[in-house]
């Protein structure tokens, strides 16, 4: 059985649908998607990336 992803919305998200939607994806992967709906995929990384990237992006300016 292929269950579905569950997409989480960026709590920076603005209105609308204007956000990034992050799912763990089977195995080590994650996914980066521009909307809640996965035919919009535009990226798969994997977990240790996807922390490293948000590390960088969470530090002080």
């Known amino acids: 059985m292929n269950a579905r992803p569950a997409w989480q ?3 920076f998200c ?3 649908d204007n956000c990034v939607y992050v799912s763990a994806a089977p195995g080590t992967l994650v996914r980066v998607a521009d ?3 996965p035919a ?3 990226l ?5 990336a996807w922390a490293d990237f948000l590390r ?3 530090q002080p300016d």
């Open 35 to 37: 909307r809640a709906d």
């Open 56 to 58: 960088v992006v969470k």
């Open 44 to 48: 798969a990384t994997t977990q240790a």
């Open 14 to 16: 603005g209105e609308g």
């Open 9 to 11: 919305k960026s709590s």
């Open 40 to 42: 919009h995929l535009v």
